[in-house]
């Protein structure tokens, strides 16, 4: 698999602490909002998503809130592991055009 | 990854001359697309395709395109390759535009660099 040396902004987290991860997307007219994880070497794999009609929706570990107010997207991981060690990244798109990525944030977990 | 695949992995190629990237998918998705993805970009996307022989341009589709002459295959050809074209090229696919569709499964990518 492939993946990118991006410049990207860090966050670091230590192992067992929550992590708040955030995206500001860039049209107000979306309507749907996704967010990857892109391991080393790896493609972007789907986390959780969420429509404009809702704020908050919660997975496995996982809670994605929206804020359509002030176009902001987050994504929080609960017990951060050694696992979650990625790239994060946002994705939009309104009606049926192709998703919008954001250029991603690296979360390092620290053991 | 699962269903996708693509092809070659890792390439070198001069500038000048043309390239072509394979996806291929065994899910019968409809809609297949080719991101790059770039130090301080993210992911771009450069073409997308609703079906046989129907495709669109994204956002950065100069220098190249693309054909799908079957469900299953999705090309892009960098018609004569240029350095800014040196990449990782992604392929996506996905069932539908409409949730619960919206989740594109990615492959694994190719790692391209135009000398």
């Known amino acids: 698999g492939e993946s990118v040396g991006l410049h990207l902004p860090t966050l670091s987290v230590q192992e067992g602490d929550n992590s708040i991860i955030n995206c500001a997307y860039s049209n107000s007219a979306s309507d749907y909002f996704i967010w990857y994880k892109q391991e080393s070497g790896k493609g972007p794999q789907f986390i959780i998503d969420?429509?404009?009609?809702?704020d908050k929706r919660q997975g496995q570990r996982v809670t994605v809130l929206l804020n359509k107010t002030v176009k902001h997207l987050s994504l929080q991981i609960a017990a951060t592991q050694p696992g979650d060690s990625a790239v994060y990244f946002c994705a939009e798109n309104k009606g049926n055009t192709p998703l919008v990525f954001g250029k991603g944030t690296r979360l390092s977990v620290i053991a | 990854d699962a269903g996708i695949t693509q092809s070659p992995r890792h390439k070198v190629t001069e500038t000048g001359t043309p390239v072509t990237l394979r996806c291929h998918q065994t899910e019968n998705h409809r809609y297949m697309y080719w991101y790059r993805q770039d130090p301080g970009h993210g992911l771009r996307l450069i073409h997308y395709?609703?079906?046989?022989?129907?495709?669109d341009k994204g956002e950065v589709s100069d220098g190249y395109s693309v054909s799908r002459s079957k469900t299953e295959d999705f090309l892009l050809t960098l018609e004569s390759a240029t350095s800014s074209q040196t990449s990782v090229y992604f392929c996506a696919i996905s069932a539908g535009t409409r949730s619960p569709y919206y989740g594109y499964t990615f492959g694994s990518g190719t790692r391209l660099t135009v000398v």
């Open positions: 969420i429509r404009s009609n809702m």
């Open positions: 395709s609703y079906g046989v022989k129907d495709t």
